[in-house]
């Protein structure tokens, strides 16, 4: 191996080595985050079989004041009783925040905590008043969901809009949770946050990753004109044009007429 082929690999290596890097460092910072929402899930439903209190009687009761305050409590309280309610809810909430807070890691609290607090409040003040309490992480699950699709199509970043196809591949039919139902679900839940998470992919759509910017872009941001292509194009045909008119008349000027004459004496001579 010469020594050009060995400074290529070196650099390839190098260049490899940069990316594993860094993508060890979005996953380090997206784990805990995920693990802490997951486990302190896990640990209040622990709790919940443990204790004699009830605790599904902090959850969100509509248009009751009490129930103000399972805005701040629902998401981590679930069916004590059915373990299918916080297992169905567990894969789900891991894996939508690790995305979240491996791909926007400058919002991803941030938005993690508006779509916990706007989708409870709506669904305090939105639900149907019948004395039912809301329980469980659903509501962020689908504001998650929402703002992880909606942002990847409003950025137009092809990393993005791959995570995007993936969401909706995976979690596409939850979109009919969002309709009435006769079952004990919280649709309202799931309503408010799926539209809690779409506002929030527009409202953030400066902060976080971006597409990189081409460089007529960059020149347009800056207030530098692009050049006329078109306009340099027909210019340099009309200069050919008349560059080869000019040298046809040039050749024109040049053209020599000779005549050949006899003089008349000589003509009378040979008479």
Wanted: with cysteine.
């Amino acid at each position: 191996m010469s020594l050009t082929e060995q400074q290529a690999l070196c650099l390839n290596i190098k260049i490899l080595m940069a990316k594993n890097k860094a993508f060890e460092d979005h996953l380090w910072n997206a784990l805990p985050p995920a693990i802490l929402i997951t486990g302190l899930m896990w640990l209040i439903f622990l709790l919940d079989k443990i204790s004699p209190l009830q605790f599904f009687t902090f959850g969100i009761v509509p248009g009751e004041i009490e129930g103000l305050r399972g805005i701040l409590l629902s998401p981590w309280i679930h069916d004590h009783q059915h373990i299918q309610h916080i297992s169905g809810n567990s894969i789900p909430i891991f894996l939508l925040s690790g995305l979240m807070f491996y791909s926007y890691r400058e919002i991803g609290w941030r938005v993690f905590v508006i779509i916990w607090l706007l989708s409870g409040f709506f669904v305090w003040i939105l639900a149907e008043r019948n004395g039912s309490s809301h329980i469980g992480m659903s509501g962020i699950i689908y504001g998650l969901a929402g703002f992880l699709f909606t942002s990847g199509v409003i950025r137009k970043y092809l990393p993005l809009q791959a995570l995007s196809l993936f969401v909706i591949f995976v979690y596409g039919s939850m979109i009919w949770g969002v309709f009435p139902t006769p079952q004990p679900i919280s649709w309202e839940g799931h309503l408010s946050g799926l539209i809690v998470g779409v506002f929030l992919a527009y409202w953030f759509r400066k902060k976080g990753p971006q597409r990189p910017k081409y460089q007529y872009e960059i020149e347009r941001d800056l207030g530098i004109e692009p050049p006329d292509l078109e306009g340099q194009y027909w210019q340099k045909v009309h200069e050919e044009e008349m560059r080869l008119k000019q040298q046809e008349e040039e050749k024109a000027e040049k053209i020599t007429i000779n005549y050949d004459y006899i003089a008349r004496e000589n003509k009378k001579e040979s008479e």
